[in-house]
C-alpha cells in the first residue's frame, strides 16, 4: 500500500537567485513537497520509526534551502535527491519552490517550479 505526505508553505528565507545582488541581499521562498512512499508496517505496527519522518523531511529541507544556487530549479533538485537519501521507503517526490515577490520590474506574487522524482 502506497501513503502521500503534504508539506505545505514551508517558507524560508535564501539567497539564491541568478542576479548577484539575489545572491547577497536574499529573498523569501515558499516550498511545498508531496511525498510518496511504500506504507510497509508503519499503520500495523503504529511504528512512527518506520515512517517518513516529516519533522526530519523540513530539517533536510531546510539545510537544501541554505544552499546557494542560481536557479529554482536547482534547489527543487536538491531537495528531492536529498529527502529521497533520507527515505528509501519513498517512491517520488513532488517539489515545488517558489520565488515570492521575485525582482521583475512589476508586481508578481510569486514565481515557482515544480519537479517530480
Known amino acids: 500500500m502506497l501513503y502521500t505526505i503534504h508539506l505545505q508553505d514551508?517558507?524560508?528565507?535564501?539567497?539564491?537567485?541568478?542576479?548577484?545582488?539575489?545572491?547577497?541581499?536574499g529573498n523569501r521562498f515558499?516550498?511545498?513537497?508531496?511525498?510518496?512512499?511504500?506504507l510497509g508496517e508503519v499503520a500495523d505496527k503504529d511504528a512512527v520509526e518506520l515512517a517518513v519522518n516529516y519533522?526530519?523531511?523540513?530539517?533536510?529541507?531546510?539545510?537544501?534551502?541554505?544552499?546557494?544556487?542560481?536557479?529554482?530549479?536547482?534547489?527543487?533538485?536538491n531537495i528531492i535527491v536529498a529527502v529521497k537519501e533520507h527515505f528509501p521507503q519513498i517512491i517520488e517526490v513532488e517539489c515545488t519552490v517558489a520565488k515570492l515577490a521575485p525582482p521583475?520590474?512589476?508586481?508578481?506574487?510569486?514565481?515557482?517550479?515544480t519537479l517530480r522524482g
Do not use: P, W
Not at 30 to 38: P, Q
Not at 61 to 67: G, L, P, T, Y
Open 10 to 25: 514551508m517558507e524560508f528565507r535564501a539567497n539564491h537567485g541568478c542576479y548577484d545582488l539575489e545572491q547577497m541581499v
Open 30 to 38: 515558499n516550498v511545498e513537497l508531496v511525498i510518496t512512499a511504500h
Open 55 to 77: 519533522l526530519t523531511v523540513y530539517e533536510v529541507v531546510r539545510e537544501q534551502m541554505r544552499v546557494t544556487q542560481r536557479t529554482i530549479e536547482r534547489v527543487a533538485q
Open 104 to 113: 521583475l520590474g512589476g508586481k508578481v506574487g510569486r514565481v515557482s517550479v
